[in-house]
């Protein structure tokens, strides 16, 4: 659905943000975004969303270009973006104002979802905290019933029984039609959610792979033995490593631990997902 | 729902299954939450939930009314019971044996404590 080849970026004076970076996206998924803090996430969900313009490369949605702002692109898409300016003014005009760009926009799913996060429509929005301005900012994205939902640090701000109900509405609305990209580092809070990563660092795609064939390919947990093919290891206490799974047991993927691998051990891991590549 | 982080989601959710029907709280024939219901219900994706409920179906646990829904089998209780006690002698116990062996346990102690256990 979403296809991304060759894409540059830098701001104005610095180095590559994104230097070369080609990725797909489909229907069906939730991608997790992740990488360290500078690498690029957020500007390239930012291109993705025509709030920035490419260097260079090709953006595509549905086989048109969405590198020039057009408004059929623009109307399929919608970024939660982490930092954000609201107008201030209360939510229903907020709605009133902005729901009309959204030809699948939902009145009342937006008016659901807003109780639900315990707001109400006459809320000012210049008057509420932080967290719950995202809570406006996910209701509305989620009501726009875009094809593509962009996320950008969803979770950030909100408290920790919100955090719950942000999964709870997620596993509501994903479905095949819907592609979802959720940037992060908050991986304990969406690695439920989440079915596919993709890791950037050094402002290229180092990792692009479903948990499904992660959980196919490697096993995560403390080995019995001293065994010789340990791909990493956590240093400490508890020493939670990533083998090949060979014969194993399929285990659940930890999530944070492969994000260290895949910073450290960017080529075994590569390797071997590829070796074993036969689809 | 938490996760224990070292199975597989999908057979976590297999697990919390199996509770309800053996605790009768999903009886056989009777109808149980749809995928998105579960998916909704424990946090995750829906497609974890799906691998869960094919899982299931595979194993004829429960079965699918096209446009209905999903139900317990008609022997859905016997089954997880079958299921539940073939894992209870092939995992569970050969690690309490471990254990017995590495504690040095004898099975005349867990004999009397398990009496004394079943008295109260």
Not at chain 1, 115 to 121: D, N, R, T
Not at chain 1, 136 to 147: C, S
Not at chain 1, 215 to 234: A, L, R, V
Request: with cysteine; proline share 3%.
């Amino acid at each position: 659905m979403i296809s991304i080849k060759s894409l540059y970026y830098h701001y104005p004076k610095s180095s590559m943000v994104l230097n070369d970076i080609s990725a797909n996206f489909e229907r069906g998924n939730i991608y997790g975004l992740f990488g360290k803090n500078g690498e690029g996430k957020s500007t390239l969900l930012k291109i993705m969303s025509g709030l920035l313009y490419a260097k260079s490369g090709e953006y595509t949605v549905d086989h048109k270009s969405g590198l020039h702002r057009n408004a059929r692109t623009l109307q399929r898409l919608f970024l939660v973006p982490e930092d954000f300016e609201l107008s201030a003014v209360t939510i229903a005009t907020y709605q009133k104002i902005n729901g009309r760009f959204y030809p699948n926009f939902s009145k009342k799913q937006f008016y659901d979802l807003i109780a639900e996060f315990k707001l109400a429509p006459q809320h000012h929005i210049a008057r509420l905290s932080f967290g719950q301005k995202k809570k406006v900012l996910i209701a509305f994205g989620i009501a726009t019933n875009t094809p593509i939902l962009l996320m950008d640090e969803p979770t950030n701000g909100l408290d920790i029984p919100s955090k719950s109900q942000f999964r709870k509405i997620m596993a509501s609305i994903a479905d095949e039609n819907k592609c979802i990209i959720i940037s992060t580092h908050q991986v304990r809070d969406l690695h439920s959610l989440i079915n596919h990563i993709l890791v950037l660092d050094e402002a290229k795609v180092v990792f692009d792979a479903s948990l499904a064939k992660v959980s196919t390919e490697f096993w995560f947990g403390k080995p019995k033995s001293t065994e010789d093919s340990i791909i990493y290891t956590e240093a400490g206490f508890g020493g939670k490593s990533i083998l090949p799974r060979g014969n194993k047991e399929e285990t659940e993927v930890d999530l944070e631990l492969l994000f260290s691998a895949v910073l450290t051990q960017n080529t075994v891991i590569n390797t071997i997902l590829k070796t074993n590549d036969h689809d | 729902m938490d996760f224990d982080n070292s199975k597989p989601i999908y057979l976590q959710i297999v697990d919390f299954f199996y509770e309800n029907i053996l605790v009768r709280r999903w009886q056989d024939e009777e109808r149980i939450p749809s995928v998105r219901e579960v998916a909704v219900m424990v946090e995750v994706n829906p497609n974890t939930a799906i691998r869960a409920f094919n899982h299931l179906q595979e194993l004829e646990v429960i079965y699918n009314k096209r446009g209905i829904g999903y139900f317990v089998s008609k022997d859905g209780y016997a089954k997880v019971l079958d299921i539940k006690r073939n894992e209870f002698k092939e995992q569970t116990l050969p690690d309490v044996f471990k254990q017995m062996r590495l504690l040095d346990v004898t099975f005349e102690e867990v004999k009397n404590l398990y009496d004394q256990h079943e008295k109260e």
